[in-house]
C-alpha cells in the first residue's frame, strides 16, 4: 500500500508540473476506488482532501469540487464500517450472553425476550467524538473557502459540497442540523454574493444572530420602507419555529438598534414603530411564560397585521403547537385523508 502511494504522489508531482489538471483528477478518483474497495476509507479520504485543496488552489473549482465529494463520501463510507463492526460485536455479545443464561436454567424463551430487550436498548448510530468532528469541519471549512470567488461555474458543486458536509455533520454530530460553524460560512458566504433568501436558511442555525441581522437590515434595505417590520417578524417566527427562543429575541433587539438611529450608515432606513412590530416584541415576552391564553389572544388582537403574510400564521400555528401544545388546524386535505383512514 505505502509503495503504491508513493508512485502515485511521484506521478500527480510530473502531472501537476506539466498542468495536467484533468488527469491528475482522474488519478485521485481511481486511488479512491482502489482504496475504497479495500475499505481503506480513511486513507482515500487523506488523499481526497489533498487532491481537492491541490485542485482548488489552481482555480480548478468543478474539478476539485468533485474530489470534495469524494471526501464525505470516504467519512460517510468509514462510518458505516465502525457502524457494521459494533453491531458484529454486539450480535455476539448478545449470543454469548444467551449461552450463558440457558446454561444458568433459564428457559430458551426467556433468554430470547432478554436479547430482543438488549438490542432494542443499544444504539447503532455512530456518533464522532468532539474532536474528530471538529477535525473534519476544519476541513470542510478550509476547502470551502479555497473555492475560486465568484466562479460560476463552480458554484453548484460548491454549494452541493457544503449541503452534503453540513447533512453529514447532523447525521454524526451532536447537533442534528448540522455543524452551526458549517451553517456559519455557507450564510457569510451567501450574504456576500447577495444572495440574502438563500442565506438566511443558514444563519437561522448558524447560532449568530447579530450577523443574521446584520444581513437582514442590508437586505431589508433593498426593499420598501413600509416592509421592514414584515422582514424582521419573518425572520423572528422561523427562530421560533426551530424552538430558539434565545436567537428569535437575540435578532429581533439587533435589528431594532441598527435601525434605532435612522437611515446612517449603510443606508439603513427608520423603523417606525407598526402594530406588526408591536406584535412581535409582545409574543416574545409571551413566549417566556406558560401563557397560552394571551398567546391566542395576540393573535386574534393583530389578525390583520399578520395577514400582510401569508406564512405568518402558518409559523404561529407551529409555535403554538411546539411552546403550548396548542394543535395546529388540519387543512382540508388532512381532514380527508383522516376521514378515509378510518
Not at 76 to 86: F, H, I, L, P, Y
Not at 189 to 212: I, K, M, N, V
Not at 224 to 244: A, H, K, M, P, S
Not at 304 to 332: H, V, W
Request: with cysteine; proline share 2%; glycine share 6%.
Amino acid at each position: 500500500m505505502r509503495a503504491m502511494l508513493r508512485k502515485m504522489r511521484e506521478k500527480l508531482t510530473v502531472l501537476f508540473g506539466q498542468q495536467k489538471l484533468y488527469e491528475a483528477q482522474q488519478l485521485y478518483q481511481t486511488m479512491f476506488h482502489r482504496l475504497a474497495g479495500k475499505r481503506q476509507f480513511r486513507a482515500a479520504a487523506e488523499l481526497m482532501f489533498e487532491g481537492a485543496m491541490t485542485l482548488l488552489q489552481y482555480q480548478e473549482g468543478n474539478a476539485g469540487g468533485e474530489l470534495a465529494m469524494l471526501l464525505i463520501e470516504c467519512w460517510e463510507k468509514d462510518v458505516d464500517k465502525r457502524r457494521a463492526k459494533q453491531q458484529q460485536q454486539q450480535q455476539q455479545q448478545q449470543e454469548q450472553a444467551k449461552k450463558k443464561k440457558k446454561q444458568n436454567g433459564q428457559s430458551h424463551e426467556e433468554a430470547e425476550d432478554d436479547a430482543k430487550e438488549t438490542e432494542e436498548n443499544s444504539s447503532n448510530v455512530i456518533m464522532l467524538t468532539d474532536k474528530e468532528l471538529a477535525a473534519q469541519v476544519e476541513q470542510i471549512t478550509q476547502l470551502f473557502a479555497a473555492f475560486p470567488k465568484d466562479d460560476a461555474k463552480s458554484v453548484d458543486v460548491r454549494d452541493r459540497f457544503m449541503r452534503r458536509a453540513i447533512t453529514y455533520t447532523g447525521r454524526f454530530g451532536a447537533n442534528p442540523h448540522g455543524s452551526p460553524a458549517l451553517h456559519q460560512a455557507m450564510a457569510r458566504e451567501l450574504t456576500r454574493a447577495e444572495r440574502f433568501a438563500e442565506a438566511q436558511r443558514y444563519w437561522l442555525r448558524s447560532g449568530r444572530p447579530d450577523e443574521h441581522a446584520a444581513m437582514l437590515a442590508e437586505w431589508a434595505s433593498r426593499g420598501y420602507r413600509g416592509e421592514l417590520d414584515l422582514f424582521i417578524t419573518r425572520c423572528v417566527l422561523q427562530y421560533l419555529c426551530l424552538e430558539n427562543l434565545g436567537g428569535a429575541n437575540a435578532v429581533f433587539q439587533a435589528f431594532i438598534t441598527a435601525h434605532a438611529a435612522g437611515t446612517g450608515a449603510g443606508g439603513k432606513k427608520k423603523l417606525t414603530h407598526t402594530p406588526l412590530l408591536n406584535f412581535t416584541r409582545f409574543l416574545l415576552l409571551t413566549l417566556e411564560r406558560d401563557a397560552a391564553p394571551l398567546f391566542r389572544m395576540l393573535r386574534s388582537e393583530y389578525a390583520t397585521s399578520l395577514e400582510r403574510d401569508d406564512t405568518f400564521n402558518s409559523y404561529l400555528d407551529k409555535i403554538g403547537q411546539l411552546f403550548y401544545n396548542i394543535e395546529a388546524p388540519k387543512s382540508m386535505m388532512e381532514g380527508l385523508l383522516d376521514m378515509f383512514a378510518t
